[in-house]
Structure formats: C-alpha cells, structure tokens
C-alpha cells in the first residue's frame, strides 16, 4: 500500500497510509471504531476504490482488476451477511461455485471446514437459527472455502465465546504458518496483543513495551490507524527500547500534512515493509 | 386471499371463454403476452434488491459482470417462459388455432426482453434496505418501469399489433410476427449492453 487515501464526502476516512504486509504474517489492524480499518481491508478487496495512492496484492491491483483480487483473498465482513434460508452446507456450496471450485474439491472442503469449526452436526441446519458464534465460523469457511493467499478478517473475534475465539485464533496462526498472509482488524488492544508478537507503536501506555506504526493521520476524525506486526516464523523478536522507540515514531499526524511527509509516512519509512528494524 | 386471487381467476377464465366463443383466434390472446410481459418485469427488476445486505456475498467473490446479469436474466426468462407456454398451451386446448405457435414463440421472446428491461431499471435503481420493510427497487424505478415497459414492448410487437389491427391474413401475421421477433432482438441486446454497463458500476464499488 502506498499513500491511499479515501474520502467520503467530507470525512477523511484514510490519509496517506503506506505499508507492506509480508507473506505469512498476520499483521492486526488495530485503531477506533471508525478509524477506518474497514475502509482499508474493502480496498484491498477492490470492493472501495481508493481516492489516491497504490494497492498492490500478490502483484495484483485491485482497483484495477478486482476479479483477479478476489480470486487471491478471502474476506470476511464484520457483520456477515448470509442467506438465512439456506443451511449451513448449502451457504458454503454456493460460496464454493461462486469460486468455480470442482464439485469433488468443493465437498471435500466443506467437510474440512465444518469439521474443523465444530460445525459438522449443525451443517444441514438453517442459518436463521445458527448463534452469532456460529455465523462467525461460517462466514470463515466461506473466506477460507477457495484456499486464498491472502485472509482479511474484519474483527473475527467479535461476540465469539471464549472456546469459539481460540479455534479462530489457533485456525489463523496455523494458516500464516502455512503462508498465508493474514490481516485482521479490531479496536481491541488485548486482541491485537494476544494474537501479534509485537505491535509497533509508542502511542499505546499499554502496549507493553512493544512499538505501534501510526500508519494515517486522521486527524478529521481524531482518531490513529493503528497497526500490529506479528513477525513470520523464525524472525527475530524485537523489543523496543524505552526512549529509542521515538526514532520511528512520531506523534499522530494532522490534516492539512502534505502526504508523504507526516509522522504517518515517517513511521513507515521508518520502518521499511512494516517489519521492525 | 381467496378474494384476492378471485378477480384474475375470473378474468382469465372469461378472456379463455371469450376466444372460444369467438371460435378461433381473439385479441385477448394478447393479455398472454401481457402476464408474460409483467411476470419477467417484476421478477427482473426486484431481483438485485432483493439481495438486500447479502448482496456483499456477490462482491466478495469473483464474479464478472457478464456471469451477474445472464445469472440475475435467466430465473425470470425462464419464469415469464414458464408462463408463456401454460398461458399459449390453454389457448391451444380452448381454441385452437395457427397463431397460438406465433404468440408462443412471440411471448418466450417478450420474457427475455421484459427481463433485461427490468434488470437494467432494479441495477440501476436497486435498494438494498430491509428495514422498516424491503422495497427492492427505489420509488423512480416504480414509477417509471411500466411506461418504459410498455414502451419497449409496443415498439417491439408494432408489427403484429398493426397486423391484428387491420386485421390482416395469416401470411401477414407471420411476416409481422418475424419483424416483432427481429425487434425484439435488437431491443434484448441493447438492454444487454446497458445493463452490463450498469452491473460495472453497481459491482465497482460496495453500495452499503
């Protein structure tokens, strides 16, 4: 992502937000109800098209070829919207033929997933009568259904019990450590926590120590867009250092920064890729 | 219900009754058309709307803007078909006749353009909202779709409308038959394309 901005209307949704996410890591989007996360998981998904700025995904842009985009990334919305008369299996079958994926395959990983969710026993039933937690699973089968180099899950962890929670999470490490990249968004500081080694960041009073990238200015909303890093396997894990976290951090930008040129682009030059130093 | 559906039942059954005391081919064959016209309309036209907030499942998977429209076209073609061939198939038992064949295949033809009429108008007027209640369509494309409808199918089936007018021969009714057939191709495609164009919007970014 270079530079993308988005308005609607006269609100500054995202201002200059610059990063690169690498190949099996999950990275947290962490930041304000409204602080745009949303905005920016739609625009890697070519479902928004940015105002300015360059989106690239698996060397595919999205705002240009979303078709493409989307045959690469799973997605799953905040709220999922499934088709309450359809039963479980049948919602992920029509996922699954949307993607094209041969009948034998498309069996198969149906089984895979509800298996995996624990929702083997409840697969024939309506969707209309499925919990929020097991709507959750299933709208993650749906983004997982045509195996996608790329997951963006809009807070996946929203109205989940404690049990269901751990299966999403246990299923997310277990996906990047397969290679895939996952990005997931919350305005929950634990989540991010628990689920990314380390968050860069100095704006956060309890981020343990670990450093927070202010990624926009958003100033029009008073609120930072705020991102977590969980580095691949086998990366070196780097605890910032009291007082040296300033030298890639910068305070939250104001609007009427040139981009390029405030703290948010100086947080990401700072810290090349989004990767720690 | 009973009362509600009572009405049509006995305007139907009065227009069947009417052709076979006519004994042979009437005018009211054209209120077929007419069923088959509506029917196409309605369903095409709520089709997008009807989604209502699942249409993001639609635009979180890769579908072409092509594969949207001939998959939102086909269920009410081959509905208003559906009723084109149980409306024609009466009318054959009632009152046989060489035209029933024209008006058949001249109705299958009206389901495919009233569907892309439709479709264009619940693309590019679409309304996803389920609360208070689902609409489908915004208030303009409720206004305007039946003048447009009728627009289009009356420029389509001026040949066989001149041709019933006046009251002309068989062999003229058949030629009429074709140039309506020929219209309604032309008119079939041109919706196509406009509906692609405004399936390219709508699919372009996320309206909700």
């Given at each position: 992502?270079?530079?993308?901005?988005?308005?609607?209307?006269?609100?500054?949704?995202?201002?200059?937000?610059?990063?690169?996410?690498?190949?099996?890591?999950?990275?947290?989007?962490?930041?304000?109800?409204?602080?745009?996360?949303?905005?920016?998981?739609?625009?890697?998904?070519?479902?928004?098209?940015?105002?300015?700025?360059?989106?690239?995904?698996?060397?595919?842009?999205?705002?240009?070829?979303?078709?493409?985009?989307?045959?690469?990334?799973?997605?799953?919305?905040?709220?999922?919207?499934?088709?309450?008369?359809?039963?479980?299996?049948?919602?992920?079958?029509?996922?699954?033929?949307?993607?094209?994926?041969?009948?034998?395959?498309?069996?198969?990983?149906?089984?895979?997933?509800?298996?995996?969710?624990?929702?083997?026993?409840?697969?024939?039933?309506?969707?209309?009568?499925?919990?929020?937690?097991?709507?959750?699973?299933?709208?993650?089968?749906?983004?997982?259904?045509?195996?996608?180099?790329?997951?963006?899950?809009?807070?996946?962890?929203?109205?989940?019990?404690?049990?269901?929670?751990?299966?999403?999470?246990?299923?997310?490490?277990?996906?990047?450590?397969?290679?895939?990249?996952?990005?997931?968004?919350?305005?929950?500081?634990?989540?991010?926590?628990?689920?990314?080694?380390?968050?860069?960041?100095?704006?956060?009073?309890?981020?343990?120590?670990?450093?927070?990238?202010?990624?926009?200015?958003?100033?029009?909303?008073?609120?930072?867009?705020?991102?977590?890093?969980?580095?691949?396997?086998?990366?070196?894990?780097?605890?910032?250092?009291?007082?040296?976290?300033?030298?890639?951090?910068?305070?939250?930008?104001?609007?009427?920064?040139?981009?390029?040129?405030?703290?948010?682009?100086?947080?990401?030059?700072?810290?090349?890729?989004?990767?720690?130093? | 219900?009973?009362?509600?559906?009572?009405?049509?039942?006995?305007?139907?059954?009065?227009?069947?009754?009417?052709?076979?005391?006519?004994?042979?081919?009437?005018?009211?064959?054209?209120?077929?058309?007419?069923?088959?016209?509506?029917?196409a309309l309605?369903?095409s036209?709520?089709s997008v709307?009807?989604?209502?907030?699942?249409?993001?499942?639609?635009?979180?998977?890769?579908?072409a803007t092509k594969d949207f429209v001939v998959g939102k076209a086909m269920?009410p073609i081959?509905?208003?078909?559906?009723?084109?061939?149980?409306?024609?198939?009466?009318?054959?038992?009632?009152?046989?006749?060489?035209?029933?064949?024209?008006?058949?295949?001249?109705?299958?033809g009206i389901a495919v353009e009233m569907s892309l009429v439709g479709l264009l108008l619940g693309i590019r007027?679409?309304?996803?909202?389920?609360?208070?209640?689902?609409?489908?369509?915004?208030?303009?494309?409720?206004?305007?779709?039946?003048?447009?409808?009728?627009?289009v199918?009356?420029?389509s089936?001026?040949?066989?409308?001149?041709?019933?007018?006046?009251?002309?021969?068989?062999?003229?009714?058949?030629?009429?038959?074709?140039?309506?057939?020929?219209l309604i191709g032309v008119m079939s495609y041109l919706f196509y394309r406009l509906s692609l164009r405004q399936a390219d919007?709508l699919?372009?970014?996320?309206?909700?």
């Open positions: 992502m270079e530079k993308i901005t988005k308005n609607y209307g006269n609100v500054l949704a995202l201002n200059g937000v610059s990063t690169r996410v690498e190949k099996g890591e999950i990275r947290g989007l962490l930041g304000a109800n409204g602080s745009g996360k949303s905005t920016l998981m739609k625009i890697l998904l070519g479902l928004v098209r940015p105002d300015d700025g360059l989106v690239t995904v698996e060397e595919v842009n999205p705002a240009v070829d979303s078709i493409a985009a989307r045959q690469i990334v799973g997605y799953m919305p905040e709220t999922p919207r499934l088709y309450d008369f359809l039963s479980g299996i049948e919602y992920l079958d029509f996922v699954a033929d949307l993607h094209g994926l041969a009948a034998e395959v498309k069996k198969q990983r149906i089984d895979e997933y509800l298996a995996a969710f624990d929702l083997k026993e409840q697969g024939n039933d309506l969707l209309s009568g499925y919990s929020m937690g097991m709507r959750q699973k299933v709208a993650i089968c749906a983004a997982l259904i045509h195996k996608p180099k790329v997951l963006i899950l809009d807070e996946p962890l929203n109205g989940l019990d404690p049990r269901t929670a751990k299966i999403v999470k246990d299923t997310i490490v277990k996906l990047a450590s397969d290679g895939v990249t996952v990005l997931f968004s919350t305005h929950v500081l634990e989540i991010a926590e628990a689920m990314c080694q380390r968050i860069l960041s100095r704006a956060l009073p309890r981020s343990g120590g670990r450093q927070v990238q202010v990624l926009g200015p958003h100033a029009a909303l008073g609120q930072d867009l705020l991102l977590g890093l969980r580095p691949k396997a086998g990366d070196r894990v780097q605890r910032a250092q009291p007082g040296a976290a300033g030298d890639n951090q910068e305070g939250p930008a104001r609007a009427g920064e040139e981009e390029g040129d405030g703290p948010a682009a100086g947080a990401a030059r700072g810290l090349p890729g989004g990767h720690l130093p | 219900m009973v009362r509600l559906l009572a009405l049509p039942g006995v305007f139907l059954v009065v227009t069947f009754l009417s052709s076979a005391s006519s004994g042979g081919f009437s005018f009211s064959v054209y209120l077929g058309m007419l069923i088959v016209a509506y029917t309605y369903f036209m709520s709307g009807a989604e209502g907030k699942s249409i993001l499942n639609l635009y979180q998977a890769p579908v269920p081959v509905y208003g078909s559906i009723f084109g061939v149980a409306f024609y198939a009466i009318t054959a038992l009632v009152s046989p006749g060489a035209q029933v064949p024209l008006f058949l295949i001249l109705s299958i007027f679409p309304n996803f909202s389920e609360s208070p209640r689902a609409n489908f369509v915004s208030q303009t494309a409720g206004l305007i779709a039946l003048p447009v409808a009728a627009a199918g009356g420029v089936l001026s040949p066989v409308l001149v041709a019933a007018l006046f009251k002309l021969g068989y062999s003229d009714l058949v030629a009429a038959s074709g140039m309506s057939i020929a919007r699919l372009s970014q996320i309206p909700i």
